[in-house]
């Protein structure tokens, strides 16, 4: 036997499997039963979480029997409907939105100026940077007691918080984000010619839309939540006041039910602004191109 042939691997016997039956395996595709497409629903999820919360603080404040600390949610609820049915609380609501529309559009317009001119030059990267790590940190509702000096009693305070609150998260976000768009998209823009403004809206502003949408988010979160905090002080200087005097009013009047109600209509809001809003602009954009699941 020569040397060659004593390194040969071994011929292996070859085993041939016969095709089953398909027929005996059973049922491969089970339709969902009723409960599990209705579980399926994400508003139907969220809708009992909601309602699981509120049966536990029924349960809770019903024994308590202490409607002046803590009202029963029933008693929220009839509030929340008087305040409504009567015109008191959408009067609020609506001073209130007006207000907050004024000061998210303009902090939204000034952030799209700073980061375009950040991204465009190096003092710009420079100037946002450093603006950013100075007024990011500082709470919109301390310069407050400044814009009533600059400003006075009025929108215009309200509006000049507003803008502080939203301005630095969104452009930070953004400006986060136009820093994470790859090179290849970055070249291919170059290559195309693109300079200034159209490279802005062309090629960065669709990559990094996501960080731009959760910059939205955290902007509109800060906005609202220092609008309420700012109307509870000094709210009442914008014709009837907005939400947060009607919630500070009916505080001085120990009308907890209405504070309570007051509360919930906040909270309201934001969950219709983040369910219905931002979730459409999120199905259209970045989960149809396919950059979020």
């Known amino acids: 036997m020569s040397e060659r042939t004593a390194i040969l691997p071994p011929v292996r016997p070859e085993f041939v499997r016969k095709t089953l039956d398909a027929s005996n395996v059973g049922e491969i595709v089970r339709p969902l039963s009723a409960w599990e497409r209705l579980t399926n629903i994400t508003a139907v999820r969220r809708i009992f979480i909601l309602v699981l919360l509120a049966a536990l603080w029924q349960a809770y404040t019903v024994p308590l029997d202490n409607p002046l600390i803590f009202p029963t949610f029933s008693d929220v609820m009839a509030a929340l409907w008087k305040e409504t049915i009567n015109g008191e609380l959408p009067a609020r609501i609506l001073t209130s939105i007006k207000v907050l529309l004024m000061g998210y559009a303009a902090g939204v317009g000034l952030a799209a100026v700073l980061t375009t001119f950040a991204v465009s030059t190096r003092i710009g990267t420079d100037f946002l940077s450093t603006l950013t790590a100075m007024f ?27 803008i502080h609150s939203v301005l630095w998260a969104v452009s930070l976000n953004t400006h986060s984000g136009f820093l994470s ?60 006041g907005g939400l947060g005097w009607f919630i500070f009013e009916n505080r001085n009047e120990l009308e907890v039910a209405n504070v309570f109600a007051g509360l919930i209509t906040v909270i309201i809001i934001g969950l219709v602004v983040e369910s219905v809003v931002f979730r459409t602009i999120e199905a259209h954009t970045i989960r149809k191109w396919g950059m979020q699941r």
Request: aromatic letters at 12%.
């Open 136 to 162: 990011n940190p500082l709470p919109a509702i301390a310069l407050l007691p400044l814009a009533l000096l600059w400003f006075g009693l009025g929108n215009p305070s309200l509006v000049f918080v507003l």
């Open 181 to 240: 768009v790859s090179e290849t998209l970055r070249m291919a823009g170059n290559n195309y010619g693109l300079t200034g403004i159209r490279y802005v809206m062309k090629i960065l502003v669709p990559a990094a839309f996501p960080s731009i949408l959760t910059g939205l988010k955290i902007g509109w979160a800060f906005a609202w939540r220092t609008l309420i905090a700012a109307e509870l002080v000094f709210g009442v200087s914008s014709g009837s």
